[in-house]
T-cell receptor, first 117, second 116 residues
Framework: AQKITQTQPGMFVQEKEAVTLDCTYD???????LFWYKQPSSGEMIFLIY??????QNATEGRYSLNFQKARKSANLVISASQLGDSAMYFC??????????????FGTGTRLTIIP | DAGVTQSPTHLIKTRGQHVTLRCSPI?????VSWYQQVLGQGPQFIFQ???????GRGNFPDRFSARQFPNYSSELNVNALLLGDSALYLC???????????????FGNGTRLTVT
């Protein structure tokens, strides 16, 4: 079984500051993928960044980077230079390697990020 | 290109009724998944369909069923609605076809179901 833990229910950050959203995971799979999604109040889940279990370098996508520490089973999202539009729910999710075509994502409970002007 | 589209956007039903939710994947995507997101929680996996075949099922009762059509669109059906079925139902699509774990799922805006 896979499990994602997000221990920060809510965070408040000043605009233009960097913010780190925590995510730890548990799995017995050797191959897996870790994803971060952003969910604005509209409800849509917006894909932000991906990290594979065998990737040696941390993933980066624009202002988003993923701090991947495999031994500690953590995959924290770092947002640099936060903007007001970053205010949303953020979900960490995992996709396991238990067979072809498995697209089941296991999500954490999310972190509500609020950017303060 | 159009993203994943879901209909309706909002729905109010009474306990015991039946509901059908619809999803059209991104053009060229052959895999569709359904998720239930109860208020304050992360989405929970319900079903995945690929080429009209069920590829995965989450821990949901038999009241929940789904199907995929030849054009890859999908329907989620829920029978005998309970108050606890009130949630945001999200549909996601992906190209599939490769044993790859780095393909993100592309989600629609969801259908918000309220059961009274």
């Amino acid at each position: 079984a896979q499990k994602i833990t997000q221990t920060q229910p809510g965070m408040f950050v000043q605009e233009k500051e960097a913010v780190t959203l925590d995510c730890t995971y548990d799995t017995s799979d050797q191959s897996y993928g870790l994803f971060w999604y952003k969910q604005p109040s509209s409800g849509e889940m917006i894909f932000l960044i991906y990290q594979g279990s065998y990737d040696e370098q941390n993933a980066t996508e624009g202002r988003y980077s993923l701090n991947f520490q495999k031994a500690r089973k953590s995959a924290n999202l770092v947002i640099s230079a936060s903007q007001l539009g970053d205010s949303a729910m953020y979900f960490c999710a995992m996709r396991g390697g238990d067979g072809f075509g498995n697209e089941k994502l296991t999500f954490g409970t999310g972190t509500r990020l609020t950017i303060i002007p | 290109d159009a993203g994943v589209t879901q209909s309706p956007t909002h729905l109010i039903k009474t306990r015991g009724q039946h509901v059908t939710l619809r999803c059209s994947p991104i053009s060229g995507h052959k895999s569709v998944s359904w998720y239930q997101q109860v208020l304050g929680q992360g989405p929970q996996f319900i079903f995945q369909y690929y080429e009209k075949e069920e590829r995965g099922r989450g821990n949901f009762p038999d009241r929940f069923s789904a199907r995929q059509f030849p054009n890859y669109s999908s329907e989620l059906n829920v029978n005998a609605l309970l108050l606890g079925d009130s949630a945001l139902y999200l549909c996601a699509s992906s190209p599939q076809g490769t044993e790859s774990y780095n393909s993100p799922l592309h989600f629609g805006n969801g259908t918000r179901l309220t059961v009274t």
